[in-house]
């Protein structure tokens, strides 16, 4: 096959992906991770379902695609936030936090599929690739607060990362799948951030 056709041939394939994508996030948004099957994906594309097949391996093969769009998208969303004249680690820390928390609240079916339960037959070894680039926004200035001493320093900076984004994941998650139960304002929210940061300094 000339080469410039198998390209035309490529961005075709490239472009049904994408359409395919927006078709689930479109699903996902609507109903949430469950309503998102090749069957209703075909439906909405006006598709007969096999031709799907083609283009993506299976339903987890698409909700890892849009894990990986809304990983990337809470990734740059947070390094915007940070972007800048500041340069001071604890600020940038707090300023990671809320950008954090504010995406998950205003994006619940996004973040629901970034950090849903892999199959455990096919689930992989490793975090994907956007979930580490958000775990490593949390650390690097964890560790150059330790470095600075204003941070305690018997905690690992990675452990410390995990920590904290954990407590950060637990309150996001508990918003999203349980609403209503508190009054979760934006006040509170800066006031936990606050006191997960405090418990990082230590004493």
Not at 38 to 51: M, V
Not at 85 to 103: N, S, V
Not at 112 to 140: G, I, M, W, Y
Request: proline letters at 7%; glycine letters at 4%.
């Amino acid at each position: 096959m000339p080469k410039a056709s198998q390209e035309r041939r490529e961005r075709a394939a490239n472009e049904m992906r994408r359409t395919i994508l927006d078709a689930a996030e479109h699903l996902l948004i609507e109903g949430g991770p469950d309503e998102v099957t090749i069957r209703k994906i075909a439906s909405l594309l006006d598709y007969a379902p096999p031709s799907l097949y083609y283009y993506v391996a299976d339903k987890e093969a698409v909700l890892a695609a849009l894990a990986d769009r809304h990983g990337t998208q809470v990734a740059q969303a947070m390094q915007q936030a940070v972007d800048g004249p500041q340069r001071d680690p604890l600020a940038r820390l707090r300023i990671l936090c809320q950008a954090y928390m504010e995406w998950a609240l205003a994006n619940p079916m996004f973040y629901l599929v970034l950090f849903r339960p892999r199959q455990c037959e096919r689930a992989e070894k490793n975090p994907t690739e956007s979930v580490k680039r958000l775990f490593d926004l949390f650390a690097e200035p964890i560790t150059l607060a330790q470095k600075q001493g204003r941070l305690r320093r018997d905690t690992p900076p990675r452990q410390a990362a995990q920590t904290l984004w954990g407590s950060l994941h637990g309150l996001a998650h508990f918003q999203i799948t349980q609403p209503g139960l508190v009054d979760f304002s934006p006040t509170l929210m800066s006031c936990q951030i606050d006191s997960l940061l405090r418990g990082l300094r230590g004493p």
